[in-house]
């Protein structure tokens, strides 16, 4: 069974740093790009940022390029998210999201983590 | 940036009822379209993928249609498991993108 599991949020004050995991098992973590996607309270869908099954390929929305850091370590079936400069427009809750092969959908999601930007 | 437009933004359907949602990309997305179903308090749940394909465990009623940049989520027959928020997503080009999802709401 896939499982993905999320943590590592809370309350940060604007200009904070903040870093969130996503600890997974059930597949192959090496073999699958994996992402973040966020949710705003009481809003849509927004990716955030995708990374290649090896690492060696990122990808960021333009909302959090040059912040935020996208990383794995594959001996640890885990990926992270570090996140550095951060706003109240970041506010959401952060997904951890499977991409099944090299075309980026998303086809397991974690249960998500609150992070939530305030002084 | 691909902009992902759906309608409506609301669909009151009775159960038992045909809904039909529309997705629209500002450009072609060729066949890289995928519907997620969302509800309250719940993680998104993957219905569709390649425009037409079933994700795994989605029933029949759920199908998938278009191509280029008009795209539809039809649920032939609404059941009261269905009523949630779906969401279009894009993966032809980045960054990724989502349209701003349809409520389904019991009518």
């Known amino acids: 069974e896939v499982q993905l599991l999320e943590s590592g949020g809370g309350l940060v004050q604007p200009g904070g740093s903040l870093r969130l995991s996503c600890a997974t098992s059930?597949?192959?973590?090496?073999?699958?790009?994996m992402n973040w996607v966020r949710q705003a309270p009481g809003k849509g869908l927004e990716w955030v940022s995708g990374?290649?099954?090896?690492?060696?390929?990122?990808n960021y929305a333009d909302s959090v390029k040059g912040r935020f850091v996208i990383s794995r370590d594959n001996s640890k079936n885990t990926l992270f998210l570090q996140m550095n400069s951060l706003r109240a427009e970041d506010t959401a809750v952060y997904y951890c999201?499977?991409?099944?092969?090299?075309?980026?959908?998303?086809?397991?999601w974690g249960q998500g983590t609150l992070v939530t930007v305030s002084s | 940036e691909i902009v992902m437009t759906q309608s409506p933004a609301t669909l009151s359907v009775s159960p038992g009822e045909r809904a039909t949602l529309s997705c629209r990309a500002s450009?072609?997305?060729?066949?890289?379209l995928a519907w997620y179903q969302q509800k309250p308090g719940q993680a998104p749940r993957l219905l569709i993928y390649?425009?037409?394909t079933r994700a795994t465990g989605i029933p029949a009623s759920f199908s998938g249609s278009g191509s280029g940049t008009e795209f539809t989520l039809t649920i032939s027959s609404l059941q009261s498991e269905d009523f949630a928020v779906y969401y279009c997503?894009?993966?032809?080009?980045?960054?990724?993108?989502f349209g701003g999802g349809t409520k389904v709401e019991i009518k």
């Open positions: 450009q072609s997305v060729s066949s890289n």
């Open positions: 990374i290649s099954g090896s690492g060696g390929s990122t």
């Open positions: 997503q894009q993966y032809n080009n980045w960054p990724l993108t």
């Open positions: 390649g425009t037409f």
């Open positions: 999201a499977k991409t099944p092969s090299s075309h980026y959908y998303f086809d397991y």
């Open positions: 059930g597949f192959t973590f090496s073999s699958c790009a």
